[in-house]
T-cell receptor, first 114, second 114 residues
Framework: GENVEQHPSTLSVQEGDSAVIKCTYS??????FPWYKQELGKRPQLIID?????GEKKDQRIAVTLNKTAKHFSLHITETQPEDSAVYFC?????????????FGTGTLLAVQP | DAMVIQNPRYQVTQFGKPVTLSCSQT?????MYWYQQKSSQAPKLLFH???????NEADTPDNFQSRRPNTSFCFLDIRSPGLGDAAMYLC?????????????FGPGTRLTVL
């Protein structure tokens, strides 16, 4: 089955710096890669996602890149702000009809120091 | 407006005393998921429904059961909670069957076992 590894487990940056979180996946059939942000005690919320037919996607300060050959994808946050502090989870999913499910990475705790 | 609602938000039970957590959705989504999330870990899928079809994860203990009486509601029953079952329980929905569709998470129920 699919396995998703995520690094680093913790990341501390200064406000205004960039942050990069990397994930690798094992199943070449995976075709959808969402990123979730989870603030302490709150629900995971989708912040950006990418499909396997796209190499890069950007939404304001957030971007995701995908390298299908190497089976890895990354989240890039530019001009970080204290409100970006949270746990970020990557995930992978593949087309499977009714049994489709997300396989999550282990999470990255991002701390943005003011 | 709340789309995925979980009740209660906080539940305290005693060791071995059955407990039921509920989830409702206003999205009319086909798929509903139950996840268990322990501190500093990724959400762990327990089971999911595609309409009325139930899909259990292989490593979900028998102590956990689920019911989906209609499209809008899904319940998680823990028959004999142990101390190790203390966690945040997240419900999520997805408009199936495309793997590209976003999963929407509820706010979670934090379960404490005394």
């Amino acid at each position: 089955g699919e396995n998703v590894e995520q690094h680093p487990s913790t990341l501390s940056v200064q406000e205004g710096d960039s942050a990069v979180i990397k994930c690798t996946y094992s199943d070449s059939a995976s075709n959808y890669f969402p990123w979730y942000k989870q603030e302490l005690g709150k629900r995971p919320q989708l912040i950006i996602d990418i499909r396997s037919n796209v190499g890069e996607k950007k939404d304001q300060r957030i971007a995701v890149t995908l390298n299908k050959t190497a089976k890895h994808f990354s989240l890039h946050i530019t001009e970080t702000q204290p409100e970006d502090s949270a746990v970020y989870f990557c995930a992978a999913s593949k087309k499977g009809g009714a049994t489709n499910k997300l396989i999550f990475g282990t999470g990255t705790l991002l701390a943005v120091q003011p | 407006d709340a789309m995925v609602i979980q009740n209660p938000r906080y539940q305290v039970t005693q060791f071995g005393k059955p407990v039921t957590l509920s989830c409702s959705q206003t999205l009319n989504h086909n798929v509903m998921y139950w996840y268990q999330q322990k501190s500093s870990q990724a959400p762990k899928l327990l089971f999911h429904y595609y309409d009325k079809d139930f899909n259990n994860e292989a490593d979900t203990p028998d102590n956990f059961q689920s019911r989906r009486p209609n499209t809008s509601f899904c319940f998680l029953d823990i028959r004999s909670p142990g101390l190790g079952d203390a966690a945040m329980y997240l419900c999520a929905t997805r408009s199936g069957p495309s793997s590209y569709n976003e999963q929407f998470f509820g706010p979670g129920t934090r379960l404490t076992v005394l």
